[in-house]
Every structure is written in structure tokens, then in C-alpha cells.
């Protein structure tokens, strides 16, 4: 079986991560793969030994270019099916492309971000499954008319093994800037406003009027890094956060960090979320989109409605002042993350879609 991946996320986190590691377990499974990505992205590279690469120009996600480059690919390569991974425009041009070469197509969904009822009829049209990585994505699908029978629920997946390391605490703190008293509580999120950092930021004086030795670090990039900044300093508290930025080595970081806080207010799932759990780092979350599938309320963290800025500091403050407490979360998660979020299930569950369609 020969499948045409397409994914044009620049950074290898995330849906980009999730592609690869199917695809190599695609490889492994007989099946041929081909990958059409952006330029210079990062999944590129890492993709060579098994998928044959083409790398295609894009100016913005709605390019009309990338039609013409998928229409030459696809007739190039001759799939048996096509493969969306990918928002980003390719969601509208590959299932286009694909229908245009009479190849069917399947596309995943990553993402809960609600859109216009028409508009995701007529973009999910020439798909004939659609796979959703949560149940809250599938819901948000079903509101907006996509007929249940095309809807396929097959959740992301994290290689826990990395992840399973000692804390270097001295490089840790040395490469941060901390002193040895400090406790770290991290958001891995890109800085954009679904993904509720000003929540943390406003629970802070309250958590370090508890818990003084907490530092916050913030790894992500995104437009909103000067307006959480200008809040850090509004609240007096430029010296307690860290902006990072994007960081590709967070199978070292995770396992130094007190806990994880992801205060969505929308999450498709949060592979971020699965990636602290495999380090059996506590979470304190919200209960938005697919987070309730990843953690279990007082079993392997802790989940507050979106904008609830007292219940994550109360939260915070829980498993600060009490590490056996946050110990045994964390441990939670990491078994769950075995049992429910492993490669081989996400690979067997997107083979069985495939046969499904074919």
C-alpha cells in the first residue's frame, strides 16, 4: 500500500511529530509512504529513510501554487490514497488535488477550533473518512454537519522512551538561570491566545505568595510573547517568568520540571500534555477539547474549567506543598500514557481507516 502523506507544519512538534512517527510505523508495517511538506521544514530531513520527500514553495497557507504542486505529485507518484495531516490551507487544496487525480483521500483533524457549518462541508466533501484525534474534536464535527458515519476517532501517540531519563538538575539550572532552591512550572504551548497563558500569569502572585521559590518558564513562540511579557511586568512578576521560545530538546527539560500547566481554553489534545505524562510529570489542565481524554481528574492531574485563574492556583499550590502527592500523578500518567497513547495503537487504528477506504 503506497500512501501520500501531506503536512506543511515548519517545526517537527506536534502534528508534524505525529506524521513522522506514523509513517515510520507505516514502513515497518510493508506499506510505502511519500511526503509533501513545506520547504526547509523540519520533518523534511527526518523523513528520508522511509518516504520519498518533496518539498513544495508556499507563500501563506492559501496558496493556490500548492494545487498545482499536488495535482503534478500525486499524478507523479500514483497513491493509493492520500493522507491530510495538515490545516494550513493543504486540508482544502490536497482533498481538491486528490479528487481532481480520482485518489481517495482521508484527512486527519488536530485541531477544535470551530468552523463556519457550510464552509467545512464543502472543505470535507472529497474526504472519505475523516480521522479526529479526540472525541471533542468529533463533536465539534458533528455540530457542524459532518455525517457521523465519515467521522473515525484515533488518538494521537507519544514514544514514552525518551522521556524516561533522570533529571540532569545542574545543567537544568544552570541552562535557566535558576538557583537550587527553585521549582519549575512550565506551559509548552505556542504563545497564541487559545492556549490561555494569562491565566497562569494571573494565578501567579497567589502561588508565589504560597510556594516563593516557583519560576514559571513559557516554551513556545508566538504573537502574543510581547503582550504576556507587558502582563508579567504589569503584575510585578517579570523576574518569576522565563519566555523560552520553541525548544526541540524537551525530552532533557521535562523531567526537571515541578509540574506541567496547560490552561487551554480550546485543545484538540495536547501532545505536549503526553510527552509530561511519559516523564511522569504532574499536569493541572482545563477540561477543554480533548484534555479530559489525556487526564483524569485527581488521578494523573488535575482539570478546572477554562479561565478558572483561583482553582489553577489552588491547584498549583496542591501539588507543590506536597511532593509525594505530585509523585504519585505523575506516575498516574505515565502509566496511562503506555496503556492508552502508544505508536503501535496509532499506526494499527490510521491502518484500519486505510483498509476501511480501500
Known amino acids: 500500500m503506497h500512501i501520500l502523506h501531506i503536512e506543511t507544519g515548519r517545526n517537527l512538534y506536534g502534528g508534524p511529530l505525529q506524521v513522522l512517527y506514523l509513517m515510520k510505523g507505516l514502513a515497518k508495517a510493508g506499506c510505502s509512504n511519500s511526503l509533501v511538506c513545506a520547504r526547509e521544514s523540519a520533518i523534511a530531513a527526518r523523513s528520508n529513510p522511509f518516504s520519498t520527500v518533496h518539498q513544495v514553495s508556499m507563500q501563506g497557507d492559501m496558496d493556490p501554487r500548492i494545487l498545482i504542486s499536488l495535482l503534478r505529485i500525486i499524478k507523479k507518484e500514483r497513491p493509493h490514497l492520500v493522507h491530510v495531516h495538515s490545516r494550513r490551507g493543504a486540508d482544502l487544496w490536497g ?13 486527519t483533524r488536530r485541531v477544535d477550533n470551530p468552523e463556519a457549518p457550510f464552509l467545512a462541508r464543502m472543505k470535507y466533501n472529497p474526504y472519505t473518512r475523516i480521522i479526529t484525534i479526540s472525541e471533542g474534536i468529533r463533536r465539534v464535527l458533528l455540530a457542524e454537519g459532518i455525517p457521523r458515519q465519515k467521522l473515525v476517532y484515533v488518538p494521537s501517540a507519544v514514544d514514552p522512551t525518551p522521556y524516561q531519563r533522570p533529571c540532569e538538575r545542574e545543567w537544568f539550572l544552570k541552562e535557566f538561570g535558576l538557583d537550587s532552591a527553585k521549582k519549575a512550572v512550565a506551559v509548552i504551548a505556542q504563545l497564541i491566545p487559545r492556549k490561555g497563558h494569562r491565566y497562569l500569569i494571573n494565578a501567579a502572585p497567589r502561588i508565589l505568595t504560597v510556594c516563593p521559590e516557583t519560576h514559571f518558564l513559557f516554551f513556545g513562540q508566538g504573537p502574543l510573547e510581547k503582550d504576556l511579557k507587558w502582563l508579567c511586568k504589569k503584575l510585578g512578576l517579570t523576574g518569576n517568568f522565563s519566555f523560552e521560545g520553541f525548544r526541540a530538546d524537551l525530552e532533557r527539560i521535562l523531567p526537571c520540571l515541578s509540574l506541567v500547566v496547560h490552561p487551554a481554553t480550546m485543545e484538540g489534545l495536547g ?8 516523564a511522569g510529570i504532574p499536569i493541572v489542565a482545563t477540561n477543554a477539547g480533548g484534555i479530559p481524554e489525556i487526564v483524569r481528574n485527581g488521578e494523573n492531574g488535575y482539570l478546572l474549567e477554562p479561565g478558572d485563574t483561583d482553582g489553577i492556583a489552588d491547584a498549583v499550590i496542591s501539588l507543590l506543598a506536597d511532593p509525594g502527592k505530585a509523585a504519585a500523578i505523575g506516575q498516574a500518567g505515565r502509566e496511562r500514557v503506555f496503556s492508552h497513547f502508544s505508536i503501535e495503537n496509532m499506526v494499527k487504528g490510521n491502518l484500519a481507516v486505510y483498509h476501511q477506504v480501500l
Request: charged share 15%; glycine share 10%.
Open 95 to 107: 482533498g481538491l488535488a486528490a479528487k481532481m487525480c480520482g485518489t481517495k483521500a482521508v484527512i
Open 271 to 278: 501532545v505536549a500534555l503526553l510527552e509530561a505524562s511519559a
